[in-house]
């Protein structure tokens, strides 16, 4: 049998968090709350005799994620008209770029399995949204919210190879935009969507055989299980001696089944041509030169910086990083005092444990970075040890109070004092003469055994250090 | 005793500024005259009598405030293609039948807020497409000078309601001639402002990179106060200017010294009525009669306006008229599905030109044809507009006629779409070129019908033809007729 490898092209739509819509004064609001149809005028619902006009702020945010993305700002920008009749498109076009974007040819460096790899990035352009029917049955509802809002289309090459691969590309790229603040990366308000390019073709060809287009996908999670679901069709396809053909297909979530959309010679033909309402738009190099002086710092050179300047590995700085609201919690606490790698311990620890469990972003989480460096600094100085550490951390995940208190309040400091502990440690020697011969004997790996019994009769509370030099300086007594 | 619907908006000024005479008895003169012979002319769609006495009574009040406008108080009408605030605007469409829009086109709002009192809407051929205001879905709108004949178009209803003293001063769309020829066919003064000097915004779309607002009156300095009053940048319309805005009323003189005029000979063609020559010559000698200095030139792809435009305009125009499907505004003819509604909608909707130009725009945008029509089409703009730029290099005003004949008889041309596209042959390049031009009425036929001799002007250059309209109007008595309805 043929190995397969697939060719994967995505297309990203983020909406840009702008004031105002792409074209008209109307505010950008969260279009899954907001009342339906309360965020329109005469521009953006289509009214006959007016204009649309370009806004800059829009094409501020375009220039900044061209700017991450490696692209070349182009100069010389057209907006064209890509006519197709829907209800959600009130003009009856969309206005998008089309022969002239504002941003070509760069790239994004992603990793995956501890390997680097470059994903090209052909173009990024401003286009228009369009709003959002519900179909109730015999008669849908048109909500034109959404309608006007700007959009960056950012197009891959298809470099990437596996799944992996575009959901690495997906995540960094959604990092990037987050960390730009011209999107807020919630997928689940459909602010970031992705279309996907699919071909496969036996490993090692240079081939591109036919590709499909799988279209609103929103989620990245419902890209990778659509681009899963449609490499193994492709390839059952060539397998079977069929054909792959040429078609926009759509996802269904509930089956997890990619489907045919349309066939490429049912396409509709666009007919783009320039929008004689907007003039050539020019970009002039300075305002480009001043949007990259002031851009933020991006993933990567945050990672970097981590990497040399808190001497973390490049695992936990690409962790650490990837999300901008991480980053900044995680910089927060060494604000507060923290050690680097202990911070970095317990966040990617126990902190993303909880988080992942009771399903909490990072901006929700009620223990304040200041407070974990509270936590950390009761462990260094042995007030408990790091198994009540957990606990003590749990509680604070919970309720949101200080470490100190959580430990006064249950009693769980650490027990450090010698002579309490020397009398326990002496009871257990005696209690257990067996034991004691087969360690002398050079069965060292029986020191867990005792130090376990302490800790049982204290209830984790014994401070471990302290035991274990009590046990060795019995036993050597001992020899 | 005056008669009110005789005066010049000039005229009517002082008297309204003198407190001679009030707005509302001015606007009531025009609105009983509108009542007497509309029902013969049918120029106006709407006549919103109550809304425009109540703006009369309003100029009345800043009036005796002191208040001076040239336009305070001054009645107008305005084409149905042009938004108006809650009354109903309809371009001469079914499709937009009983449509309220939300808001004012901007240069309605300027007009407005100089206090001018609207009559009312005027009729058009739908959506602004035809030569002879008979593409109206509604009605037929006679010229005043042989109510036999059309007015022409597509901005008959505001021409014959100015010619007609229905109004003493118009609103009108010119995308290929639209006011230009009218206004000659007419008999009234009409000028197509440069691309880009009115602003834009509310002017229901034909053709988005040809369309320009420009106002019709009974004489170019009544011209001249109009565009006064809507000319200037809006942040709102991208194609529109920030440059200065001139008093365009300070460039009327009355000689012509010095004044370089150019007469192409591409327009004087083939199938011309020589009276329409022999009248234009005749007014282009009493131009040198005034001092200025007449030379030949040659704009050599004038033949190549028309077929350049009928790619150009429906093409933008078919991406236009998309919008209207019975959604948001206008009737919706409700079938089976989603889809057949949208049929049926605008199936029923639109009439046979407005069709006809949107399937030739379709097309001209298809892949495939794209290249060959809309961009060959672009490039060849260009060539016309740079004829244009040569010959403003050795001449100030472009001299010519109108239009290849004077008004034609109602029904005469229907049926041949070419023939009547042939109206605009003389008028459509300015528009392909961004220039501006004006009609100013040089004469009568044998018929008495009358005839406008055109002046041509660079972009941006609307005070050098108002200046030769001007002097070549002061200098003749044609715009002192008036037909007998
Ligand atoms: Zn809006």
Not at chain 2, 401 to 423: C, H, N, W
């Amino acid at each position: 049998m043929t190995e397969y490898e697939p060719v994967i092209g995505l297309e990203v739509h983020a909406e840009l968090l702008t004031h105002s819509k792409m074209f008209c004064s109307c505010p950008v609001v969260d279009s899954t709350q907001a009342e339906p149809n309360t965020t329109i005028c005469p521009v953006c619902t289509a009214q006959p005799g007016t204009l649309p006009v370009i806004n800059r702020q829009a094409v501020e945010y375009a220039i900044k994620v061209g700017l991450a993305l490696n692209c070349t700002i182009n100069e010389f920008n057209v907006f064209a008209r890509k006519s197709y009749f829907y209800p959600d498109l009130p003009k009856g076009y969309q206005i998008s770029q089309y022969e002239y974007p504002l941003a070509s040819d760069g790239y994004l460096d992603i990793e995956v399995e501890g390997e680097t790899r470059r994903i090209g990035i052909t173009r990024a352009h401003l286009e228009e949204d369009a709003g959002k029917n519900t179909h109730m049955g015999s008669y849908s509802l048109v909500d034109l919210n959404r309608a006007g809002v700007p959009l960056l289309e950012i197009v891959s090459e298809p470099d990437m190879q596996s799944v992996e691969e575009a959901e690495a590309y997906s995540r960094k790229l959604r990092a990037i935009l987050v960390y730009l603040g011209v999107n807020h990366g919630d997928m689940s308000k459909g602010v970031l969507r992705f279309e996907a390019n699919i071909s496969v073709r036996p490993v090692g060809s240079d081939e591109l055989r036919t590709r499909t287009e799988i279209k609103n996908l929103n989620s990245i999670r419902a890209m990778v299980r659509a681009t899963e679901y449609e490499i193994a069709r492709q390839i059952e396809v060539w397998e079977s001696g069929g054909e792959v053909r040429q078609q926009t297909m759509g996802f269904n979530e509930e089956t997890g089944k990619t489907y045919t959309q349309r066939l490429k010679e049912d396409s509709d033909d666009y007919r783009y041509f320039p929008d004689p309402d907007l003039p050539p738009l020019y970009i002039e190099r300075e305002w480009v030169d001043e949007i990259e002086a002031s851009l933020p710092e991006l993933p990567d050179a945050k990672r970097e910086r981590f990497v040399t300047e808190f001497k973390l590995s490049s695992q936990d700085a690409t962790i650490l990083t990837t999300d901008k609201a991480i980053a900044e919690y995680y910089e927060a606490a060494l604000d507060a005092g923290g050690d680097p790698q202990a911070v970095a311990n317990w966040v990617t620890g126990e902190l993303f444990k909880l988080m992942n469990q009771d399903e909490v972003a990072v901006e929700d989480v009620k223990i304040t970075p200041a407070a974990l460096v509270e936590l950390i600094e009761l462990v260094d100085a042995g007030t408990i040890n790091s198994t009540t550490a957990k606990d003590v951390f749990a509680a604070m995940f919970e309720s949101g109070e200080g470490a100190a208190a959580i430990v006064e309040d249950r009693g769980l400091a650490q027990i450090s004092d010698t002579g309490e502990l020397e009398a326990l440690v002496d009871r257990i020697i005696a209690a257990n003469p067996d034991e004691v011969e087969r360690y002398l004997g050079g069965k060292e790996g029986l020191m867990s055994f005792f130090i376990g019994q302490v800790m049982r009769e204290t209830r984790g509370q014994a401070n471990a250090g302290i035991v274990t030099q009590l046990f060795r300086d019995k036993f050597d007594a001992l020899r | 005793m005056i008669n009110l619907t005789d005066l010049t908006i000039k005229d009517a000024q002082s008297l309204l500024q003198a407190g001679e005479i009030t707005s509302v008895d001015l606007t009531q003169a025009y609105l009983d005259r509108i009542a007497g012979i509309d029902d013969t002319l049918q120029a106006f769609l709407t006549v919103t009598a109550d809304q425009a006495l109540a703006q009369a009574q309003q100029a009345d009040q800043r009036l005796a405030k002191g208040e001076h406008n040239p336009l305070l108080g001054v009645p107008l009408a305005y084409k149905d293609v042009l938004c108006t605030k809650g009354i109903q605007t309809t371009c001469g469409s079914k499709i937009l039948e009983g449509y309220r829009p939300p808001y004012s086109a901007r240069a309605i709002e300027n007009l407005d807020a100089a206090g001018a009192v609207m009559l009312g809407k005027t009729n058009c051929d739908e959506f602004a497409m035809g030569s002879s205001t008979e593409n109206s879905a509604y009605q037929v709108t006679h010229n005043p000078w042989d109510i036999e004949r059309v007015p022409g178009g597509s901005s008959g209803g505001s021409a014959a309601a100015v010619a007609g003293r229905l109004a003493p001063g118009a609103l009108g769309t010119d995308t290929g001639g639209s006011i230009r020829q009218p206004a000659s066919l007419c008999g009234c003064v009409g000028l197509k402002p440069s691309y880009g000097r009115v602003s834009r915004y509310g002017l229901v779309a034909y053709a988005s990179s040809l369309d320009q607002i420009g106002p019709f009156a009974r004489t170019v300095e009544d011209v001249a106060l109009i565009l006064n009053v809507i000319t200037g940048y809006d942040p709102q319309d991208s194609t529109s200017m920030n440059l200065p805005v001139p008093d365009y009323t300070a460039a009327l003189t009355p000689d012509l010294k010095g004044v370089r005029v150019g007469v192409p000979k591409e327009y004087f063609i083939e199938g011309m009525q020589p009276a329409v020559e022999k009248i234009v010559r005749a007014a282009i000698d009493q131009m040198v009669a005034l001092g200025a200095e007449v030379k030949e030139i040659s704009l050599p792809h004038t033949d190549m306006a028309l077929p350049v435009y009928y790619l150009i305009a429906p093409a933008e125009a078919s991406a236009n008229l998309a919008r209207f499907e019975g959604q948001r505004y206008g009737p919706r003819i409700s079938a089976g599905s989603m889809w057949d509604t949208y049929k049926q909608t605008r199936g029923e909707g639109f009439g046979p030109e407005v069709k006809r130009r949107i399937m030739l725009g379709t097309y001209a945008l298809s892949t495939g044809y794209y290249d060959a029509y809309y961009l060959k089409a672009q490039k060849v703009r260009t060539l016309i507009k740079q004829d244009y730029d040569r010959a403003f290099e050795e001449v100030d005003v472009i001299a010519c006629p109108v239009s290849p004949t004077t008004a034609f008889k109602i029904g005469e041309r229907v049926d041949d779409p070419l023939q009547m596209y042939l109206s605009d042959v003389l008028s459509l390049a300015v528009n392909l070129a961004g220039i501006c031009g004006i009609s100013v009425p040089c004469g009568f036929d044998a018929d008495d019908l009358p005839v406008g001799l055109q002046l041509l002007g660079p972009a941006f250059g609307e005070e050098t033809i108002l200046h030769t309209a001007y002097a070549y109007e002061q200098s003749t008595d044609w715009h002192t007729r008036v037909p007998e309805l």
